[in-house]
């Protein structure tokens, strides 16, 4: 039983749910960063709530919960925890669902801006005083600054419990002040809600983004020391921190700054543009390779001898918010150049720095990849109060306490299994085949064709098989037409969020009938943060190990994880692969009434360094027939 300092919304808790809730109280108390892997089906999200806020709300002064993940579902999700929570308690919780600025924006001319234009745009009408919805919520002399206050406090006390990003976007947008309207600012209004908020929901960016971070908390008068931090999906952060820290750009991008530069009739930064572009070209035309990796000693003079970069990052950013307005175009590529200079000029540990072939014969890209998370994530972590990483993927757990650079002595680690009936679900490794580089041709194609479709023709609806690239679903899913009966449904790379919904929602129609077959990307949208539940997904094909290409960014990963803790190729190359594997074979179960087969198709997957990243609990059915198992896995269940 729980203890009553703990609100819980439901009667009772699931099967190691309860321990997950008092683990993670026990760490909220004790100052530790714990780092938890819990499987499907555990409620994570109001287990994680609800100890965080049993710790918050009895300490003294009180603290604030911080919920961060990267899915809009999960907001929504964290939201109706939290308001089950404060009803059945009364607690009177003031919760804010933070999202990005541009998401809030109502400003019909800012709206229309893309990238980093947004926020720049953002900023020169706050300046100039010309966003009528931030004079509203701010002001911007004696009088109005009154009025404003007198908005937000109204606001205040109408928006005092639990709201979601679109209630308050709504609610900012229908304001009134003395019965006039007075629209303010949807990010205004939640930065000032989220002052006296006891939970706020928010992004990965507005914590781990350094600026965004050193603005936003301070803003809200939150000091890290007095938060409790909650990641979700935290199996994601090492990546998503890399690519805050990471930026690329090519010469195509170059030329259009250059005409940007040249619009603006300013000469001077036009040559200097043009340096740049010249000399990146002229050192990709004398590469012997399609990549090469930039010597620690010459990246720093590489785009310039002369200029200083970050001065050089301003003009291009201040330029570009000009180039938006006169030109009325929605995007600023001189933005782009200054964002990507201002990292390029960044001098912490971590960074390679990679000239790429690119595009066409004469167009080159250079980058700035960061290898390490660990100085942003440790700084992050280790100044809150304590801290709950939670994912169904967080394994093995060692790893991702390396990796985020955490200090040994704060962190407290957890597994949980999944409460579902095991016997509900069937996973087997086939190691018949293989999608090994070295063994890929025609006749290996047409073989894993082939058993992927006597797989799929033994599952009684609905099933995605995942593979390792693009290139391999085409290739093998054209050959899949002459071995299976069903429709096939292909992701293409690239595809639009409404392709992407369209073609979710055909697939989601077939499970009333005879079913189909969809083949996605390991590594594209399909394979994390979507549910089919129910009989809108009987099984799962992971066909191949989605290992990331081997070139000059992941070998400088498996070098630098190497030179760090000895384990490169593991830390940089075996486990994100099998991370992403067992994200995808995760799409099947995902309630108590769930059934569905997952198969692991690779030899590969028998061999220690592969089979030892699965979770203990996981159990397997090794087997050169796996279309035997499934189909007696089924018959099974009609009986």
């Not at 908020?197 to 971070?213: G, K, L, Q, T, W």
């Not at 010469?251 to 010249?278: C, G, M, N, P």
Request: proline share 4%; charged share 25%.
């Amino acid at each position: 039983m729980l203890p009553p300092t703990i609100p819980f919304r439901y009667a009772q808790a699931r099967e190691g749910q309860e321990k997950l809730i008092l683990d993670a109280y026990e760490a909220f108390q004790t100052n530790k960063i714990f780092l938890a892997h819990a499987e499907t089906g555990l409620g994570k999200t109001d287990a994680a709530l609800s100890a965080a806020l049993g710790v918050a709300l009895a300490h003294d002064p009180k603290l604030t919960v911080i919920f961060l993940t990267p899915k809009n579902a999960q907001h929504a999700i964290a939201v109706e925890a939290l308001r089950g929570i404060n009803a059945k308690y009364d607690l009177k919780l003031r919760v804010v669902d933070l999202v990005g600025k541009k998401h809030l924006c109502i400003d019909e001319q800012t709206m229309q801006k893309e990238g980093r234009g947004f926020y720049e745009m953002c900023k020169k009408k706050r300046e100039n005083q010309t966003c009528v919805h931030y004079q509203h919520a701010r002001g911007n002399d004696t009088l109005n600054k009154e009025k404003a206050k007198i908005a937000r406090q109204e606001f205040l006390t109408t928006m005092n419990s639990v709201h979601s990003s679109s209630e308050i976007k709504d609610e900012s947008s229908r304001a009134t002040l003395g019965g006039v309207p007075w629209s303010m600012c949807p990010y205004e209004t939640s930065m000032e809600l989220a002052k006296k908020a006891n939970v706020i929901i928010a992004d990965y960016f507005h914590i781990f983004s350094p600026a965004v971070s050193e603005l936003v908390l301070p803003k809200l008068g939150k000091k890290p020391e007095n938060c409790l931090l909650i990641v979700d999906e935290a199996h994601n952060l090492p990546e998503r921190v890399r690519g805050l820290l990471s930026m690329t750009l090519n010469t195509k991008q170059l030329s259009r700054a250059i005409e940007e530069a040249e619009f603006l009739k300013e000469k001077e930064l036009t040559q200097t543009l043009q340096k740049i572009e010249h000399r990146l070209r002229e050192h990709g035309k004398k590469m012997s390779t399609n990549e090469e990796l930039l010597d620690e000693k010459k990246w720093n003079t590489f785009l310039s001898e002369k200029m200083d970069l970050e001065e050089l990052s301003l003009l291009c950013e201040a330029r570009g918010v000009d180039y938006l307005e006169k030109s009325r175009k929605d995007s600023s590529t001189l933005i782009q150049v200054g964002e990507f200079l201002e990292k390029w000029a960044n001098e912490s540990e971590g960074l390679a720095r990679i000239i790429k072939k690119w595009g066409y014969a004469d167009d080159y890209s250079v980058g700035v990849k960061a290898l390490d998370p660990a100085p942003l994530t440790r700084k992050v972590l280790e100044k809150m109060h304590a801290c709950l990483l939670m994912s169904g993927t967080l394994h093995p757990l060692p790893m991702f306490a390396d990796i985020l650079g955490v200090s040994k002595e704060k962190v407290q680690t957890g597994f949980y299994a999944s409460p579902f009936p095991k016997e509900n679900r069937l996973t087997i490794i086939a190691p018949i085949t293989t999608t090994k580089y070295s063994e890929r041709n025609e006749n290996s194609y047409t073989k894993m064709a082939e058993e992927t479709g006597k797989i799929v023709n033994q599952i009684p609806g609905n099933s995605v098989v995942f593979f390792p690239s693009f290139q391999l679903l085409d290739t093998i899913g054209r050959k899949m037409q002459d071995y299976t009966m069903r429709n096939l449904l292909f992701q293409r790379e690239g595809m639009k969020i409404h392709e992407t919904e369209k073609l979710i929602q055909e697939f989601r129609q077939h499970a009333r009938g005879f079913g189909s077959v969809l083949l996605a990307c390991t590594s594209g949208s399909f394979a994390e943060g979507l549910d089919f539940p129910g009989n809108e997904l009987l099984g799962v094909v992971i066909v191949g190990i989605p290992l990331a290409e081997m070139n000059l960014e992941t070998q400088a990963l498996v070098n630098y994880y190497e030179k760090r803790f000895q384990k490169g190729w593991h830390y940089g190359y075996i486990y994100p692969a099998m991370n992403k594997a067992m994200q995808a074979a995760g799409r099947v179960i995902r309630t108590p009434t769930d059934e569905g087969i997952i198969v692991f198709l690779d030899k590969r997957y028998t061999q220690t360094n592969y089979h030892e990243c699965f979770p203990p609990t996981h159990t397997f059915e090794l087997t050169h027939n796996p279309g035997e198992k499934i189909k007696a896995f089924w018959e099974e269940r009609k009986t």
